[in-house]
């Protein structure tokens, strides 16, 4: 998935808003076809339920008017003999006016095939049909004859109709006359139950085409929504970042400002009262060598002495801007020397401890560590009024943790979970940039400020055994 956003070339809010809303696309699919699935089986079954109902309600109407015919000259039948035209003559009569509604009709057949009463269609009387079969191949005069030999019973066939002369599906119940072998019946046209039957299938694929929409339309109001909300929350997170940015873009220039403020009050207070001193130092030293006097060269060991502190002095300030020793021996020596240097200078008891590990730290590690050390330092030497502070520095299974204890007064609550002053909030987001995490931990006993970097800061160690191994051979090679 993540290979197929990349190679579409799409912003990361278009790809947030592809992954937010292709679930829902997919789940509205899949509701749509399980919905549509259920539907139309459910459907099917009640549209064969109610077609099996509307043929056996037509089956057992035929049954009844076969019966009730029956019934009606049984009485001749019953008392006439095999051979008694007068008597055939008579039920024929009577078949052949037996005509109901606009389709229905009585037909006999012989067993032979031939066409005895079919009051509809005149022109198939005395006429064999042995053989006769419909449109589709299905046997009708045959079929009809074997089912009155077996006693009685239905035939569905295509038979045209005699009111547009088109075929249309019939079905037929036949009985016999066994001793005058005769098959007779009648049928119905069933082109009624069908087009229920097919206006049935047709008003559920309408309503599971509603479903659909239905369906759609949620999915598209769904899917409006998550785009509204995906961007008024993109509007809010970019005013919200711009609101940042600009607070940050200030504090940077108000950092600077107080870098450059710093500096020029070291470079005026110490530096340029020290060279003001030599400058005097060296005067004194060239009136009095051109006076004569013997006291020039302690006049210029003064100056000589000035000078050195004023180098000293510029190193200083070069190192806090930035060690050097930090890029020459790493991280462990540079943060030993920077709590040696503030022991000297501010008197207070500072230890240092570290547990050297093999993996080494890359350069934005080093330097986000050193500067919340000097951090550190700074807020432990102006506000806590601690007499002793302790810096460890080791690495773990998780990365690296830098940890300052002071015996200070502590920070205000306020102040630890929202801090206001530049120094913290610097700490809190050199180590969001590393991804790392910060933990101020004060009381009135003191205060713990524990820096975490991850392991993804940590380079691997440096094999200084290879190229030794490298050379040997080409020793070898030169010998």
Known sequence: MSGILHRLHLSY????????????????????????????????????????????????????????????????????????????????????????????????????????????????????????????????????????????????????????????????????????????GTGVFIDDVLASVAAARAEVQLRVRRTFLYIGAITLAALLLVFLSGLLLNIRE????????????????????????????????????????????????????????????????????????????????????????????GLGPALKALCEDFSIRTGIETRFETVVFRNRLDQDAKIALYRIAQEALTNAERHSGASVVSMDIRGHTRGATLRIADDGSGLEAARVSNPRGIGLRNMQERMDQLGGTLRILSSRSGTVIEAQVPLSHLLPPEDTAAPRSRARPSKKASA
Do not use: C
């Open 13 to 184: 809010s278009q790809k947030l808003f592809l992954l937010a809303t292709l679930p829902l696309v997919l789940a509205a699919v899949a509701i749509s076809v399980l919905v549509a699935v259920q539907s139309r089986a459910l459907a099917e079954r009640e549209i064969r339920s109610l077609e099996k109902q509307l043929i056996d309600a037509k089956k057992e109407e035929l049954r009844n008017y076969v019966t009730q015919a029956r019934n009606g000259f049984y009485f001749i039948y019953g008392s006439a003999a095999p051979d008694d035209q007068a008597s055939k003559d008579q039920v024929m009569q009577i078949l052949s006016a037996m005509i109901y509604g606009d389709e229905g009709f009585f037909f006999v057949y012989d067993y032979d095939g031939n066409t005895l009463v079919s009051p509809r269609q005149t022109d198939r009387i005395n006429q064999n049909w042995s053989g006769l079969t419909d449109s589709e191949g299905t046997p009708i005069t045959d079929a009809l004859i074997r089912i009155a030999r077996q006693g009685a019973g239905y035939h569905e066939y295509l038979w045209p109709k005699p009111s547009t002369g088109k075929e249309a599906r019939m079905i037929t119940y036949v009985t016999s006359f066994p001793s005058w072998q005769w098959a007779v």
């Open 238 to 329: 970019r005013r919200l970042a711009d609101a940042k940015l600009k607070d940050l873009t200030q504090r940077v220039f108000d950092a600077q400002e107080d870098e450059r403020g710093r500096v020029a009050r070291e470079l005026h207070d110490g530096i340029s009262q020290i060279l003001v001193g030599v400058k005097y130092a060296l005067d004194i030293t060239r009136r009095r060598l051109a006076a004569g006097d013997a006291r020039a060269p302690e006049a210029l060991e003064n100056g000589i002495d000035n000078l050195s502190g004023a180098i000293q002095e510029v190193r200083r300030i070069s190192r806090d801007l930035r060690p050097g020793v930090l890029d020459d021996l």
